[in-house]
């Protein structure tokens, strides 16, 4: 029986230095998203949840906050990831604008041409994701970690109440509503039209009043908010810029997890960037049938008309560089993660092909 005893007191020692040991010990994560159970900040939660419960064995549980529980706005959210209260969040470029003002590279229009080369852009190792999450972790300080970015929505495009847009002469006088960031400000005036910042659960009212007669959204917010029923009818898919999300997490909480825990948590933010990158493609064939069927206008524009939007909206870029810290060294990162998109894009394309 002593034996024994022995025996199990060495088992226990030995494991208590290992990564099994480590296992054993609980680790809570709470996770928060200012949105609701049908949009695809919730899927990649979801996501998230399941592949990290199950391939931690148990050793990670993972807590949905949806809504605001926790926080309010992105200032709010993103305090209470430095300082702990919560672990991980979502917020779009805008939401995060004021504490990194660089991440507002999303919003500059027209640099990605679709899904596969955003998506490749984006992906966790590209020249600008790296460069991303190095300057949000010096920012912070150390405090908070860029862990990756998905989608919420799909791509802007520019809806309105009054007419087709085509080209920005049609721009030219609309009210157009924008966050209180300054570059989505600046991309509205540049194309000649009038920005006016409003806030998202205002907006409704605003267009059914006349306070805006535009905004730039995806469809699935557009129809999830109702805006047609508001008088917005008008939709012309520019796809100026990508709804990137901005995943973040508390770095001390993941720093105190053993290595292969935090493996584990890596690998299940990349399973939620693939469920939020697939998402808003499904959930966007019906709001397109919606739109249309409530006598919507969608209009496609042409090679050369979107040409033309590019190059009226082409001062934002000298602006972001000029105005934004870090402006330059981040849009210079994404560019290059975009030409390396496209030309591994173009080899593959080229290869399927023949």
């Known amino acids: 029986m002593l034996k024994g005893l022995t025996k199990s007191l060495m088992v226990a020692t030995l494991l208590a230095g290992s990564s099994l040991a480590a296992q054993a010990q609980d680790f809570t994560l709470r996770a928060t998203a200012n949105s609701n159970e049908n949009d695809e900040d919730y899927d990649g939660l979801i996501v998230f949840k399941n592949y990290v419960e199950q391939a931690s064995n148990g050793a990670i549980a993972v807590e949905l906050f949806i809504g605001t529980q926790l926080c309010s706005n992105g200032s709010e959210c993103l305090a209470g990831v430095a300082d702990g209260n919560i672990d991980v969040v979502i917020q779009t470029s805008g939401g995060t604008a004021n504490v990194f003002p660089f991440v507002q590279v999303l919003d500059l229009p027209y640099l990605m041409a679709d899904d596969r080369v955003a998506e490749h852009a984006l992906s966790n190792g590209s020249p600008f994701i790296t460069k991303m999450q190095e300057m949000v972790k010096e920012t912070s300080g150390g405090a908070v970690r860029l862990m990756t970015v998905g989608n919420t929505g799909g791509w802007r495009n520019f809806a309105n109440t009054q007419k087709r847009i085509t080209s920005p002469a049609d721009m030219a006088g609309l009210k157009i509503r924008t966050v209180v960031a300054d570059l989505p400000q600046e991309l509205v005036k540049a194309l000649g039209a009038s920005p006016t910042p409003i806030p998202w659960p205002e907006l409704f009212t605003s267009f059914q009043t006349g306070v805006v007669e535009g905004s730039k959204n995806g469809i699935t917010d557009i129809m999830g908010m109702k805006f047609p029923d508001a008088g ?64 919507g206008d969608i209009y496609v524009p042409t090679p050369a008309e979107k040409q ?18 870090g402006g330059e060294e981040i849009f210079n990162a994404l560019t290059e993660a975009v030409a390396e998109a496209e030309a591994e894009l173009d080899a593959i394309r080229a290869n399927e092909l023949n």
């Open 232 to 295: 917005l009818q008008y939709i012309t898919l520019d796809g100026h810029a990508y709804m990137g999300a901005l995943w973040f997490m508390n770095n001390e909480k993941f720093m105190s997890m053993p290595e292969d825990l935090r493996r584990v948590v890596v690998d299940g933010f990349y399973q939620l960037q693939q469920a939020t990158f697939a998402s808003p493609k499904r959930k966007s064939i019906q709001a397109y049938q919606d739109f249309a069927a409530g006598g």
């Open 308 to 325: 033309a939007l590019k190059e009226a909206a082409a001062p934002v870029f000298d602006w972001f560089k000029a105005n934004v810290d």
